[in-house]
């Protein structure tokens, strides 16, 4: 039998706004008993250390071991827009194996073939490879009957839908939230409604269906009134949000800083305190990484024609201790957000610490000091719009299904 | 008539410091005596140009200045062309059409290949906001911006305030209107942000579609109605409307557009009678602009514009090459 026990830490429980001086004993993978407990033969000192769940990073493009070590993510859900799109079973089920042992990647399925939007992926053949969720991709789906079809479907097969909250027709071509940056530069630009159009549709079919809709990210105050509105009528719905939203406003765009052009594009410094609010207030469900590392082939292009998105595993969890010293939530709150959530939204028993739990766990130092340097990142590239930013957070060790990593 | 100079001469910083910027990419963020700067050393080169048929100066000699268009352009790339042979450089055009970008080239691979070629001083258009900026962070040499996307054009905003200057005495309270496709329009910018910086005042006019959101912000008053936006105003200047944008998804037809923000002589009268017609080119006559308006001997000042943009070039080619050419007092 393996075991081992971690000592002299500050263990954060389910429902416990603090971390409490508290030993985990782990046995066969498993967190076995929490408390006063007689120490297990193999010793794991944790003094002044936070012993909390594994981050499970809710939507990520890219499977980045090396990132996700650094970040204290022992899971990740993975989009489906690779190259090839995860639209069949095979792709999904190579995804699923494929950071084994130190890492469980949970393979988000295409809901439409090649992520196109119109027909139907094997969605049921491909729970049966491992995907543990359903997604949209980075685009909308503009057809609402093939989109409510899906959910009628995933309701069936208890899988939950990720959809992605921009109305095409509106956003169109843009690569920026209409206001005074986007027309200084000359960025072609749409409303911030954009987002809570293609929300207001989504509520409707996720009423209609029955289905768990997951709005992953949702990023302005009018989109978050509609999530708060339907949550209070009971609708089964959550909703996430990444630290690119949480703590910079569309004037980081400014000089045409590529690294900022993030999907949806960032907002009004408005809008991102709604954010912030919408944390506090609980309508927000999950903090995750949005983790898209791109090379310069991408990012050191003309602004309109690079890639969104950017390298946040790396970051993820140190920029949401913020919220924690600003007082927006608590530290037992934020690894709701960060680990116990998303294991609910997608069926897994991990994410928090208590008896019979996979034994993830990370040994954090919350107040360790440091400083994001793209160039040094141990992420597939580098791309960070907080670049030489002093933050405090590192993860100072990590255990997957009880092993030390 | 010639204008009224706001400033002396001598009140400019001595050297480099009358325009301490190594690239010319945009009118955001220059100070009004930079951009007073340069329109005062353009006039030795409007007197230059209309001095006879043997107009040259030699002090670029020597000099190589690639125009890197990659966006077509006539009338711009003939005025750089042009304002670089006067100072007697050696110019060299290379289109996009014909280059290695067509190849799948990325536009950082060409800046670097232009900087190889040891130009001193690369005058560049390009189709996307920023490219502009991206290709200078790239090379040693000086920059123009020549146009990026719908981000900025300065050298036609300072051509433009030279020719409103040289006809008006001054730009100070000066009512200036642009009416037009200001949402797609750089040219509409970097004017914003140049006769602000000067001190006119400036109404943008547009259809709702094609006004861009936060304008006023940078201190431009909004109007959807022309006819409102022309009472007491000294200039009226004119924008091109794209072809591609007349069909259906920001307007309607071309007549419809002319009916509501066209400028004919009826409007016209709505403003000053010495009201200046300008028009950046080139003209859709019967779109933006009726053919009487544009060709009206006092008003109309399209001509000029044309050609204050060639000595407005050549003081910029002069300006940002003294460094290398060892000027005197250039750092």
Known sequence: MTGISILNGHAILPGVNKAKPLNVHIENGKIASVGK????????????????PGIIDLGVFKTDKPAFRFGGITRAALMP???????????????????????????????????????????????????????TGRKWIADSGILLRIMRYCHALDLPVFVH???????????????????????????????????????????????????????????????????AKGLRITCGITPGHLFLSDNAVSDFRTFAHLSPPLRSESDRLACVAA???GTIDVIASGHDPRGPEDKRLPYSESAPGMAGAETLLALSLNLVRDNVISTGRLFELLASNPAKILGLNAGQIAEGYEADLILVDPDAPWQVDGDRMAALAGNTPFDRLPVQGRVRHMLKGGKVI | MTWTQPFA?????????????????????????????????AEQWVALNRSGPAKHDGRLSGLTIINAFFENSTRTLLSFEIAGKRLGADVVNMHAAQSSVKKGETLIDTAMTLNAMRADAIVIRHGSSGAVQLISSKVDCPVINAGDGSHEHPTQALLDSLTIMRRKG???????????????????????????????????????????????????????????????ADVVMMLRLQNERMQGDFIPSPREYFHLYGLDERRLALAKPDALVMHPGPMNRGVEIASNVADHVERSAITEQVEMGVAVRMACLDILTRKARGQEGWS
Request: hydrophobic fraction near 45%; include cysteine; proline fraction near 5%.
């Open chain 1, 37 to 52: 407990t007689t120490p297990i033969a193999n010793q794991l000192d944790a003094s002044d250390l936070i012993i909390a």
């Open chain 1, 81 to 135: 827009d690779q190259s090839p799109v995860h639209d069949d079973p095979a792709t999904v089920r190579f995804a699923a194996l494929k950071g084994k042992p130190d890492l469980w990647v949970h393979p988000l399925a295409a809901a439409t073939q090649g992520l196109n939007g119109l027909q139907m992926a094997e969605i049921a053949l491909m729970k049966d490879a491992g995907a543990v969720g359903v997604a």
């Open chain 1, 165 to 231: 909250s921009e109305d095409a027709g509106l956003s169109g071509n843009a690569v920026a939230t209409a206001g005074e940056t986007a027309t200084l530069l000359g960025l072609s630009s749409a409303s911030p409604i954009t987002e809570a159009l293609a929300i207001a549709r989504d509520l409707l079919l996720a009423e209609e269906s029955g289905a768990h809709v997951h709005f992953r990210q949702v990023t302005t105050a009018r989109g978050l009134d509609l999530i708060r509105a339907a949550k």
């Open chain 1, 279 to 281: 944390v506090a207030d």
């Open chain 2, 9 to 41: 001469a001598d009140s400019f910083p001595s050297g480099s410091g009358a325009f301490p910027h190594k690239h010319l990419l945009g009118i955001a963020g220059l100070q009004k005596w930079e951009i007073l700067y340069i329109l005062k050393e």
């Open chain 2, 170 to 232: 001054r730009l100070e309270g000066q009512t200036v209107v642009i009416c037009g496709d200001v949402l797609h329009s750089r040219v509409a910018r970097s004017n914003l942000f140049c006769l602000k910086t000067l001190g006119a005042e400036v109404r943008v006019v547009a259809p709702p579609a094609l006004m861009p959101s936060g304008i006023e912000a940078f201190g431009a008053q909004t109007f959807t109605n022309f006819d409102a936006a022309l009472d007491g």
